[in-house]
């Protein structure tokens, strides 16, 4: 069993991945980091760089928790790549951040949050950033 | 003096605010196709051709002359950045590009590849402005037999260098000229290959077949490639090269400079073959060349300063003789006819505004480039992250509208679509499509030379020897035809190597990302 986090490189992808190190220590588990840009463009500002991995590494390695980071490009929907590595890994604990967004935003858009809770099958965690100002 | 007139009034034709305008334009559009892997400048000149014909010919050609020599460098930025090389000619530069962005110095490699691009593009054409009536007026002295001589030692040359094999691409060559014969015979009238059809009664028109064969063609291929790994958006650390820097470069760009001028004019060199050889002689003269892949800045300025300054000498036999020297210069060839402006050796005597002022505009697009480049990265890196499911289909549809808009016919539109097909499956099965292109251009200047030259004679073939021009042309024909042939048969003997690495050509950009 592991803790899966699906990890962004903003604010709100900061704050799921301190509460899924914790997560992770409370439960004795591998911390698995998913970061899924959406595939089809070369560069996207939703992918991790080589140094923020290594920050995570680090991070991890100071808590002691065994770390894989998964980078993969995915196609259509973030919530069914980030439920399809939950089954894949058997994620006792799917940890996710949530964001305000209008709802004029979420009608076009939809969201990717409420996706994920609803469709899946095990525990999710929902972490909210500290409010920037 | 009498001879720097045209020159100076060339100037003052650049110096216009439209062609300014457009050549700023084709400069800013060259670069950010440089940057989009996938669409190369041939592609792009031939989406952007039905644009082109409402303006005036001088402008449309800085236009699309600056959308070739902007897309050398907009190729470099994400070959440094993302070891993503944009364009074929921008490949080498990944190896030394992206190892020093790797050590922090993206900033000097990009610095470095603008002063080199600029230094290899103004030496070009201070050397083309001196070169090019010479070889006009030289120029003047040939008859048919020696342009069919030309015509037939082109085709073969493009077809030897181009990427992905020899005989696929003589093969894609042959289609072309095979295409080239439909339509009226002009000589006798005949209609050829037209099945009846009133729509083939003129021939098959060359836009149709550039748009849909590199425009539509690549466009299906780039589609196709989607599992591709998507990059963090990359940080330009703004370092800059120093002066060590640049006495350690002069010496690349020097002969880069001198490579891509001389390799530019050969038929089918190109910026492509440029670029590698400028890496390659580097590499060998280094008393270091261990740390050649390793960000050694040498590989980044020479091959950066060969590929603008062929980019700009592959204009000379354009201008100067009417053969295009590669696909690209094809499809200007192309834009030039559409204009009804033929270029050739008398271009430079009949229309020196034309001829001065688009080789007067690259200084300014050179000067142009170099302010936009370093400035502008992050601009271009942006571009990056539109997706191809959103591009592809918009490029599509300015290709059709395009396409329509020339002749207003419907059935050009059909025929983009199937040399679109036919471009799509000779890509995959590793056909350059270039040579095909080139040969159809050439194709009617060959035979309508071709048959000239023989009422000439009267229909003796062996004229051809004997003419002192067209006999040397056509030993070098031979001799083309013939190298290859005699060293893998001694290669074979000795029970030596076989010679394989040179069939690969041009590496695929695919193989690198």
Same mark, same amino acid.
């Given at each position: 069993?592991?803790?899966?986090?699906?990890?962004?490189?903003?604010?709100?992808?900061?704050?799921?991945?301190?509460?899924?190190?914790?997560?992770?220590?409370?439960?004795?588990?591998?911390?698995?980091?998913?970061?899924?840009?959406?595939?089809?463009?070369?560069?996207?500002?939703?992918?991790?760089?080589?140094?923020?991995?290594?920050?995570?590494?680090?991070?991890?390695?100071?808590?002691?928790?065994?770390?894989?980071?998964?980078?993969?490009?995915?196609?259509?929907?973030?919530?069914?790549?980030?439920?399809?590595?939950?089954?894949?890994?058997?994620?006792?604990?799917?940890?996710?951040?949530?964001?305000?967004?209008?709802?004029?935003?979420?009608?076009?858009?939809?969201?990717?949050?409420?996706?994920?809770?609803?469709?899946?099958?095990?525990?999710?965690?929902?972490?909210?950033?500290?409010?920037?100002? | 003096?009498?001879?720097?007139?045209?020159?100076?009034?060339?100037?003052?034709?650049?110096?216009?605010?439209?062609?300014?305008?457009?050549?700023?334009?084709?400069?800013?559009?060259?670069?950010?196709?440089?940057?989009?892997?996938?669409?190369?400048?041939?592609?792009?000149?031939?989406?952007?051709?039905?644009?082109?014909?409402?303006?005036?010919?001088?402008?449309?050609?800085?236009?699309?002359?600056?959308?070739?020599?902007?897309?050398?460098?907009?190729?470099?930025?994400?070959?440094?950045?993302?070891?993503?090389?944009?364009?074929?000619?921008?490949?080498?530069?990944?190896?030394?590009?992206?190892?020093?962005?790797?050590?922090?110095?993206?900033?000097?490699?990009?610095?470095?590849?603008?002063?080199?691009?600029?230094?290899?593009?103004?030496?070009?054409?201070?050397?083309?402005?001196?070169?090019?009536?010479?070889?006009?007026?030289?120029?003047?002295?040939?008859?048919? &037999?020696?342009?069919?001589? $030309?015509?037939? =030692? %082109?085709?073969? /040359?493009? +077809?030897?260098?181009?990427?992905?094999? #020899? !005989?696929?691409?003589?093969?894609?060559?042959?289609?072309?000229?095979?295409?080239?014969?439909?339509?009226?015979?002009?000589?006798?009238?005949?209609?050829?290959?037209?099945?009846?059809?009133?729509?083939?009664?003129?021939?098959?028109?060359?836009? &149709?077949?550039?748009?849909? $064969?590199?425009? =539509? %063609?690549?466009? /299906?291929? +780039?589609?196709?490639?989607?599992?591709? #790994? !998507?990059?963090?958006?990359?940080?330009?650390?703004?370092?800059?090269?120093?002066?060590?820097?640049?006495?350690?470069?002069?010496?690349?760009?020097?002969?880069?400079?001198?490579?891509?001028?001389?390799?530019?004019?050969?038929?089918?060199?190109?910026?492509?073959?440029?670029? $590698?050889?400028?890496?390659?002689?580097?590499?060998?003269?280094?008393?270091?060349?261990?740390?050649?892949?390793?960000?050694?800045?040498?590989?980044?300025?020479?091959?950066?300063?060969?590929?603008?300054?062929?980019?700009?000498?592959?204009?000379?036999?354009?201008?100067?003789?009417?053969?295009?020297?590669?696909?690209?210069?094809?499809?200007?060839?192309?834009?030039?006819?559409?204009?009804?402006?033929?270029?050739?050796?008398?271009?430079?005597?009949?229309?020196?505004?034309?001829?001065?002022?688009?080789?007067?505009?690259?200084?300014?697009?050179?000067?142009?480039?170099?302010?936009?480049?370093?400035?502008?990265?992050?601009?271009?890196?942006?571009?990056?992250?539109?997706?191809?499911?959103?591009?592809?289909?918009?490029?599509?549809?300015?290709?059709?509208?395009?396409?329509?808009?020339?002749?207003?016919?419907?059935?050009?539109?059909?025929?983009?679509?199937?040399?679109?097909?036919?471009?799509?499956?000779?890509?995959?099965?590793?056909?350059?499509?270039?040579?095909?292109?080139?040969?159809?251009?050439?194709?009617?200047?060959?035979?309508?030379?071709?048959?000239?030259?023989?009422?000439?004679?009267?229909?003796?073939?062996?004229?051809?020897?004997?003419?002192?021009?067209?006999?040397?042309?056509?030993?070098?024909?031979?001799?083309?035809?013939?190298?290859?042939?005699?060293?893998?048969?001694?290669?074979?003997?000795?029970?030596?190597?076989?010679?394989?690495?040179?069939?690969?050509?041009?590496?695929?950009?695919?193989?690198?990302?």
């Amino acid at each position: 069993m592991t803790v899966l986090v699906g990890y962004l490189p903003t604010a709100r992808g900061e704050a799921a991945f301190a509460a899924a190190l914790e997560e992770a220590r409370r439960r004795g588990e591998d911390l698995v980091v998913l970061n899924t840009p959406r595939s089809g463009a070369s560069v996207s500002t939703d992918a991790v760089g080589d140094e923020a991995v290594s920050g995570l590494r680090s991070r991890a390695a100071e808590a002691g928790i065994p770390l894989h980071v998964r980078r993969q490009a995915h196609e259509g929907d973030a919530a069914d790549e980030l439920l399809r590595v939950a089954d894949e890994v058997d994620a006792s604990v799917v940890v996710i951040a949530l964001r305000r967004r209008s709802s004029v935003g979420k009608l076009l858009m939809g969201s990717t949050a409420q996706r994920v809770l609803l469709a899946a099958t095990r525990p999710v965690l929902a972490v909210r950033a500290p409010a920037a100002h | 003096m009498d001879q720097l007139t045209p020159v100076l009034q060339g100037f003052a034709v650049v110096l216009e605010p439209q062609n300014l305008l457009y050549c700023l334009v084709g400069v800013v559009v060259g670069m950010l196709i440089g940057v989009l892997p996938g669409l190369g400048p041939a592609a792009t000149i031939a989406v952007l051709l039905p644009l082109t014909i409402g303006l005036e010919p001088v402008t449309s050609v800085i236009m699309l002359a600056g959308i070739f020599y902007g897309a050398q460098y907009g190729g470099t930025i994400t070959s440094v950045l993302l070891r993503l090389p944009g364009e074929a000619s921008s490949v080498v530069t990944v190896f030394d590009g992206y190892a020093m962005a790797c050590q922090g110095r993206a900033g000097k490699a990009l610095g470095i590849a603008a002063i080199g691009s600029f230094v290899g593009g103004t030496v070009s054409i201070v050397a083309l402005s001196f070169v090019a009536p010479v070889v006009a007026s030289f120029a003047l002295d040939f008859g048919p &037999p020696e342009y069919t001589a $030309l015509a037939l =030692l %082109g085709i073969l /040359l493009v +077809a030897t260098v181009s990427g992905g094999g #020899r !005989v696929k691409a003589l093969a894609a060559a042959c289609v072309g000229l095979l295409l080239a014969t439909v339509g009226r015979d002009g000589f006798t009238g005949a209609q050829r290959f037209t099945f009846g059809d009133l729509n083939l009664a003129d021939g098959i028109d060359f836009v &149709p077949i550039a748009m849909g $064969l590199f425009g =539509l %063609g690549e466009i /299906l291929h +780039a589609l196709e490639e989607r599992h591709r #790994r !998507v990059q963090a958006p990359p940080t330009l650390t703004r370092v800059w090269p120093d002066r060590a820097d640049m006495r350690q470069a002069s010496g690349a760009i020097g002969r880069g400079s001198v490579i891509g001028f001389v390799l530019g004019i050969l038929p089918g060199g190109g910026a492509v073959l440029s670029s $590698l050889a400028a890496y390659a002689l580097e590499k060998r003269r280094s008393k270091t060349p261990e740390r050649f892949g390793k960000g050694a800045i040498e590989g980044v300025a020479a091959p950066e300063t060969a590929n603008n300054a062929a980019a700009t000498s592959s204009f000379i036999p354009l201008l100067t003789l009417g053969i295009p020297a590669n696909a690209t210069m094809a499809v200007i060839f192309g834009a030039l006819l559409v204009q009804g402006v033929t270029p050739g050796p008398r271009l430079v005597d009949e229309d020196p505004e034309l001829f001065w002022g688009v080789i007067n505009s690259m200084y300014v697009g050179n000067i142009l480039l170099l302010i936009m480049s370093i400035p502008m990265v992050g601009i271009f890196v942006r571009v990056l992250q539109v997706r191809g499911a959103i591009l592809a289909p918009i490029t599509v549809m300015v290709t059709l509208v395009g396409v329509y808009t020339v002749r207003s016919s419907v059935f050009d539109i059909g025929l983009v679509v199937a040399f679109g097909v036919l471009g799509y499956l000779m890509k995959k099965a590793g056909f350059d499509p270039g040579p095909l292109v080139l040969a159809f251009v050439l194709g009617s200047l060959l035979e309508s030379n071709l048959r000239r030259s023989l009422l000439l004679f009267d229909g003796d073939p062996t004229g051809f020897l004997t003419r002192p021009i067209s006999g040397v042309l056509f030993a070098a024909f031979a001799v083309v035809v013939l190298l290859p042939l005699t060293t893998r048969l001694l290669r074979g003997r000795r029970g030596g190597p076989r010679d394989d690495d040179r069939s690969g050509g041009r590496p695929d950009t695919k193989e690198l990302v």
